[in-house]
């Protein structure tokens, strides 16, 4: 009997590596941001506490997005996926108002004090060289095969990046200038920033559960090429589009010269549907032949 297991995702195991690296700097830098009391390290390690129980996550709903249609789920699994993405955007928005928030509290109150800096720079240091290891793996997996999920874990490890440089700049300030308050200002910049990012995967994931139509782009290249890709094909109609995770689906009406008979219309349907999922990968495609002028 044929195995119907799904392969896994290329995407499966990466996530697995990535939540256990994620702890590991999740554990180190929420350590010396209590012992340099500096709040910049401190929402760095909250941030990479956070990445933890996202991978994790994602790699539970990464396999069971990936599982094949069934008999209740015909078009996949996918939204599985946009659920993810809806949540966790949620989740950074809501982290990054705290951490602004509280950095504004400590301006205000001056309850802010700093030491044993040079620690700090260390582990900011080694916190960058491993995070640009982990999203070399998770591009090269996302590259193998597109996912939300990935794209998401991807998008905020490439944040994480960044952040770990502003911090390692803002402790070199510190260290500078002796004022701690530069501390403060970039942990209010990390705070805005990972509300802002988190923003930006709510709009694509909300985008997805309401089956937003495909970009105007796309649309335009796809229309360029359903209409020149026969000279039996005269127009098309009816076209909807909808896009889930790395999955194009695509329907239309396709208007063919009337005198062409049914053998040869069915064929350039499907010679046409093999053109646009080469063109546009993962894209799942269903056309209607009409003749021409039918509507």
Known sequence: MANSKAPAHPGYHTLTLVA???????????????????????????DSLIDVFVSLANRFLLKRAEAPPDADHRYGH??????????????????????????????????????????????????????????FRLRRAFNKKESLIVETEHLHYSTDLFSNAGVLLTLFAVEVTREPYWDLVFSVIIGAYILHQGSAIVRKAVDELVDRALPESSYQEMKDLILNFHPGIVDFHDFRSRQVGGRIFVEFHLEIAGETDFRRAHDLTEDLTDAIKKKFAGAEVTIHADPAGAR
Do not use: D, P, Y
Not at 20 to 45: D, P
């Open 20 to 46: 256990g690296i994620a702890a590991c700097l999740a554990v180190l830098k929420l350590g010396f941001g209590f012992f340099t009391n500096s709040m910049a390290i401190l929402a760095s390690g909250i």
């Open 78 to 135: 996918g939204k599985i996926q946009s659920l993810a993405g809806l949540f966790q955007g949620v989740f950074f928005g809501l982290t990054g108002v705290w951490v602004a928030g509280e950095s504004m509290r400590r301006m205000i109150t001056g309850e802010h004090r700093l030491h044993n800096l040079n620690a700090g720079v260390w582990v900011m240091v080694l916190s960058m060289a491993v995070t640009g290891w982990l999203i």
